[in-house]
Protein backbone atom coordinates (compact mmCIF):
# COMPACT_ATOMS: atom_id res chain seq x y z
CA UNK A 1 0.00 0.00 0.00
CA UNK A 2 1.41 3.42 -0.90
CA UNK A 3 1.58 5.49 2.49
CA UNK A 4 3.65 7.98 4.09
CA UNK A 5 4.28 6.58 7.51
CA UNK A 6 5.81 8.54 10.59
CA UNK A 7 6.68 7.22 13.85
CA UNK A 8 5.76 7.56 16.48
CA UNK A 9 2.16 8.99 16.69
CA UNK A 10 2.53 10.14 19.95
CA UNK A 11 5.45 11.43 21.78
CA UNK A 12 5.41 13.24 25.17
CA UNK A 13 8.84 14.71 26.25
CA UNK A 14 10.58 17.05 28.30
CA UNK A 15 12.45 20.42 27.61
CA UNK A 16 15.62 20.04 25.92
CA UNK A 17 15.65 16.51 25.64
CA UNK A 18 16.55 16.03 21.71
CA UNK A 19 13.89 14.08 19.86
CA UNK A 20 13.55 12.21 16.35
CA UNK A 21 10.20 12.09 14.91
CA UNK A 22 10.73 9.76 11.28
CA UNK A 23 9.25 9.98 7.92
CA UNK A 24 9.53 6.97 5.78
CA UNK A 25 7.31 6.78 2.14
CA UNK A 26 6.93 3.89 -0.03
CA UNK A 27 5.96 5.60 -3.52
CA UNK A 28 9.13 6.85 -4.61
CA UNK A 29 8.78 10.53 -4.59
CA UNK A 30 11.25 13.05 -4.94
CA UNK A 31 9.65 15.98 -2.62
CA UNK A 32 9.44 15.93 1.16
CA UNK A 33 7.70 18.23 3.61
CA UNK A 34 7.51 18.65 6.94
CA UNK A 35 4.34 20.88 8.33
CA UNK A 36 3.32 21.54 11.83
CA UNK A 37 -0.87 21.74 12.58
CA UNK A 38 -1.83 24.56 15.56
CA UNK A 39 -5.05 25.93 16.05
CA UNK A 40 -6.34 29.11 14.36
CA UNK A 41 -3.05 28.61 12.29
CA UNK A 42 -3.58 25.61 10.11
CA UNK A 43 -0.71 23.96 8.40
CA UNK A 44 2.62 25.70 8.07
CA UNK A 45 5.61 24.37 6.55
CA UNK A 46 8.77 23.87 8.31
CA UNK A 47 11.65 22.25 6.38
CA UNK A 48 11.05 20.65 2.93
CA UNK A 49 12.79 18.27 0.26
CA UNK A 50 12.98 18.73 -3.46
CA UNK A 51 15.58 15.24 -3.50
CA UNK A 52 18.15 13.37 -1.63
CA UNK A 53 20.85 15.89 0.22
CA UNK A 54 18.14 19.05 -1.11
CA UNK A 55 16.81 20.72 1.88
CA UNK A 56 15.41 23.79 2.14
CA UNK A 57 13.41 26.01 4.70
CA UNK A 58 9.53 26.87 5.09
CA UNK A 59 8.20 29.37 6.95
CA UNK A 60 8.77 28.34 10.46
CA UNK A 61 12.16 26.39 10.41
CA UNK A 62 13.41 27.90 14.11
CA UNK A 63 14.23 25.21 16.19
CA UNK A 64 14.03 22.51 13.77
CA UNK A 65 16.43 20.39 12.25
CA UNK A 66 16.31 17.94 8.92
CA UNK A 67 17.88 15.31 6.63
CA UNK A 68 17.39 13.39 3.14
CA UNK A 69 20.05 10.97 3.04
CA UNK A 70 18.04 8.33 0.75
CA UNK A 71 15.03 8.99 -1.36
CA UNK A 72 12.60 7.39 1.21
CA UNK A 73 12.98 9.01 4.80
CA UNK A 74 12.89 12.67 6.06
CA UNK A 75 13.32 12.90 10.07
CA UNK A 76 12.55 15.88 11.32
CA UNK A 77 14.74 16.37 14.51
CA UNK A 78 14.34 18.85 17.48
CA UNK A 79 17.91 19.03 18.98
CA UNK A 80 16.56 21.01 22.14
CA UNK A 81 13.00 20.79 22.37
CA UNK A 82 10.54 23.81 24.05
CA UNK A 83 6.74 24.04 24.86
CA UNK A 84 6.09 26.36 22.25
CA UNK A 85 7.40 23.36 19.83
CA UNK A 86 4.15 21.36 21.28
CA UNK A 87 2.61 20.78 18.09
CA UNK A 88 0.68 18.17 15.69
CA UNK A 89 3.35 17.04 13.13
CA UNK A 90 2.57 15.90 9.63
CA UNK A 91 5.22 14.78 7.35
CA UNK A 92 3.82 14.67 3.30
CA UNK A 93 5.56 13.76 -0.07
CA UNK A 94 4.84 14.01 -3.75
CA UNK A 95 6.43 12.72 -6.89
CA UNK A 96 7.80 16.65 -7.32
CA UNK A 97 6.26 19.87 -6.22
CA UNK A 98 4.26 21.27 -8.36
CA UNK A 99 0.28 21.96 -9.33
CA UNK A 100 0.71 18.45 -10.92
CA UNK A 101 1.58 16.41 -7.98
CA UNK A 102 -0.76 16.84 -4.68
CA UNK A 103 0.58 16.08 -1.22
CA UNK A 104 0.00 12.41 0.31
CA UNK A 105 0.19 13.19 3.81
CA UNK A 106 0.87 10.91 6.68
CA UNK A 107 -1.37 9.91 9.96
CA UNK A 108 -0.03 13.04 11.99
CA UNK A 109 2.57 12.91 15.21
CA UNK A 110 0.83 14.82 18.19
CA UNK A 111 3.99 16.14 20.51
CA UNK A 112 3.82 17.77 23.61
CA UNK A 113 7.25 19.17 25.45
CA UNK A 114 6.69 20.23 29.26
CA UNK B 1 1.47 37.66 7.93
CA UNK B 2 -1.27 35.40 6.71
CA UNK B 3 -1.42 35.27 2.86
CA UNK B 4 -4.15 32.13 2.61
CA UNK B 5 -7.29 32.93 5.04
CA UNK B 6 -10.39 31.27 5.93
CA UNK B 7 -12.56 33.70 7.81
CA UNK B 8 -15.25 31.23 8.94
CA UNK B 9 -13.57 28.32 11.39
CA UNK B 10 -16.93 26.41 11.44
CA UNK B 11 -20.21 25.39 9.33
CA UNK B 12 -22.97 23.76 9.71
CA UNK B 13 -25.20 22.33 7.29
CA UNK B 14 -28.33 20.35 6.43
CA UNK B 15 -27.44 16.73 4.85
CA UNK B 16 -28.89 17.21 1.26
CA UNK B 17 -28.14 20.91 0.69
CA UNK B 18 -25.09 22.93 -0.48
CA UNK B 19 -21.73 23.52 2.01
CA UNK B 20 -20.00 26.30 0.48
CA UNK B 21 -16.32 27.04 1.68
CA UNK B 22 -14.61 30.05 1.32
CA UNK B 23 -10.94 31.26 1.26
CA UNK B 24 -9.16 34.60 0.80
CA UNK B 25 -5.43 34.89 -0.62
CA UNK B 26 -3.24 38.36 -0.79
CA UNK B 27 -0.44 37.02 -3.46
CA UNK B 28 -2.04 38.04 -6.96
CA UNK B 29 1.28 35.77 -7.80
CA UNK B 30 -0.28 32.40 -6.65
CA UNK B 31 -1.55 30.21 -9.87
CA UNK B 32 -2.28 27.09 -8.05
CA UNK B 33 -5.09 26.43 -5.53
CA UNK B 34 -5.77 23.12 -3.63
CA UNK B 35 -8.61 22.23 -1.29
CA UNK B 36 -7.55 19.19 1.35
CA UNK B 37 -9.64 17.58 3.62
CA UNK B 38 -8.92 16.20 7.11
CA UNK B 39 -10.68 13.86 9.50
CA UNK B 40 -9.73 13.76 12.71
CA UNK B 41 -6.41 11.52 13.63
CA UNK B 42 -5.92 10.86 10.08
CA UNK B 43 -3.27 13.20 7.42
CA UNK B 44 -4.97 15.95 5.13
CA UNK B 45 -6.18 14.27 1.98
CA UNK B 46 -6.14 16.14 -1.62
CA UNK B 47 -9.67 16.84 -2.65
CA UNK B 48 -9.30 19.23 -5.84
CA UNK B 49 -7.45 21.55 -7.22
CA UNK B 50 -7.51 24.59 -9.79
CA UNK B 51 -5.01 26.41 -11.97
CA UNK B 52 -5.10 30.08 -12.02
CA UNK B 53 -6.02 30.19 -16.11
CA UNK B 54 -9.25 28.40 -14.77
CA UNK B 55 -12.31 29.68 -13.26
CA UNK B 56 -13.99 26.74 -12.25
CA UNK B 57 -12.92 23.05 -11.92
CA UNK B 58 -15.78 20.07 -11.64
CA UNK B 59 -15.43 16.97 -9.90
CA UNK B 60 -18.14 15.16 -9.20
CA UNK B 61 -20.13 16.94 -6.25
CA UNK B 62 -16.98 19.36 -5.46
CA UNK B 63 -17.12 22.23 -7.56
CA UNK B 64 -13.98 25.04 -6.72
CA UNK B 65 -14.52 28.56 -7.98
CA UNK B 66 -11.80 30.65 -8.86
CA UNK B 67 -12.27 34.80 -8.73
CA UNK B 68 -8.81 36.16 -9.71
CA UNK B 69 -9.83 39.93 -9.47
CA UNK B 70 -11.36 39.51 -5.96
CA UNK B 71 -8.11 37.00 -4.97
CA UNK B 72 -11.10 34.93 -3.83
CA UNK B 73 -11.67 30.60 -3.83
CA UNK B 74 -14.51 29.11 -2.72
CA UNK B 75 -15.38 25.03 -2.69
CA UNK B 76 -19.29 23.52 -3.33
CA UNK B 77 -19.90 20.48 -2.25
CA UNK B 78 -23.63 19.13 -3.47
CA UNK B 79 -25.05 17.84 -2.34
CA UNK B 80 -23.43 17.52 1.05
CA UNK B 81 -23.18 14.22 3.30
CA UNK B 82 -22.27 13.18 6.89
CA UNK B 83 -19.42 12.10 5.41
CA UNK B 84 -18.46 15.45 4.47
CA UNK B 85 -17.66 16.55 7.90
CA UNK B 86 -13.72 17.41 8.06
CA UNK B 87 -11.83 20.03 8.13
CA UNK B 88 -11.02 22.25 4.62
CA UNK B 89 -8.15 23.31 4.14
CA UNK B 90 -7.37 25.48 1.31
CA UNK B 91 -3.58 25.89 -0.02
CA UNK B 92 -1.66 28.18 -2.66
CA UNK B 93 1.23 27.74 -4.56
CA UNK B 94 2.95 30.28 -6.71
CA UNK B 95 4.61 33.17 -6.76
CA UNK B 96 7.80 31.20 -7.41
CA UNK B 97 7.22 28.46 -4.82
CA UNK B 98 6.27 26.09 -7.34
CA UNK B 99 9.73 25.68 -8.15
CA UNK B 100 10.89 26.12 -4.19
CA UNK B 101 8.36 24.10 -2.72
CA UNK B 102 6.47 26.04 -0.81
CA UNK B 103 2.67 25.82 -0.19
CA UNK B 104 0.61 27.68 1.39
CA UNK B 105 -2.01 26.68 3.47
CA UNK B 106 -5.22 28.39 4.83
CA UNK B 107 -6.56 28.29 8.83
CA UNK B 108 -9.03 25.72 7.90
CA UNK B 109 -13.22 25.45 8.12
CA UNK B 110 -14.50 22.65 10.31
CA UNK B 111 -18.08 21.20 8.17
CA UNK B 112 -20.58 19.60 10.03
CA UNK B 113 -23.05 18.01 7.85
CA UNK B 114 -26.44 16.91 9.95
CA UNK B 115 -28.38 14.30 9.01
Known amino acids: EAQVTQNPRYLITVTGKKLTVTCSQNMNHEYMSWYRQDPGLGLRQIYY???????DKGDVPEGYKVSRKEKRNFPLILESPSPNQTSLYFC?????????????FGNGTRLTVT | DQQVKQNSPSLSVQEGRISILNCDYT??????FLWYKKYPAEGPTFLISISSIKDKNEDGRFTVFLNKSAKHLSLHIVPSQPGDSAVYFC??????????????FGQGTTLQVKP
Open chain 2, 91 to 104: AASGAGSSNTGKLI
Open chain 1, 49 to 55: SMNVEVT
Open chain 2, 27 to 32: NSMFDY
Open chain 1, 92 to 104: ASSPRQGFWSPLH
